[in-house]
């Protein structure tokens, strides 16, 4: 069984600052890495995925992740952030011998950003 | 395409009552899944599907029941609802080729059990 932990659930942040979102998490077995955002009142969309290869991983909307295996850890990162990063991010993980690509997330980091 | 999506948007119940959400995708996606989603909790698998005619429990199915009688539509049930179901309910699925894909999101069922 795996286990995902959030630091951090709210990070309010003024435009144009970086933001790092923190993510560990715990397994027995490898994993796929993920960090999906959900903006208000809408379902949850893919920002980025870590599958393997390079550890710095690019995604949509300027945002990035590495994934640090000694560390258990996958943060998300963006240099500047906009208003409309106004969001909650949510990272997951998929373990890699179970059939049915099934995802556990953590509890969430609310990100608030302020003009 | 429409993706995947969730009828109803919204709903009341009172304890004790009975109802079926229903996920469709038009994707053509091998499997789904159901989640709910609490405060501080993140979401949390409740049943999911890798074929027509096959389900399989999640992280926590009590209470709940599935059904995939056809490949895309998977619908919830709650056969005697309680407070504690009180959630926003996700909708999702995914492509089953090798490898791990991405899963594709609902907008989600508000339910408010009293």
Redesign the interface.
Known sequence: AQSVTQLDSQVPVFEEAPVELRCNYSSSVSVYLFWYVQYPNQGLQLLLKYLSGSTLVKGINGFEAEFNKSQTSFHLRKPSVHISDTAEYFCAVSDQATAGNKLTFGGGTRVLVKP | NAG?TQTPKFRVLKTGQSMTLLCAQDMNHE?M?WYRQDP??????IH?S?GEGTT?K??VPDGYNVSRLKKQNFLLGLESAAPSQTSVY?C?S?Y?GT?????Y????TRLTVT
């Open positions: 995947v499997y899944y501080g909790m993140g979401l949390r698998l999911y890798v399989a999640g992280e996700f999702a995914s089953s490898g791990v894909h991405e899963q999101f609902g907008p989600g």
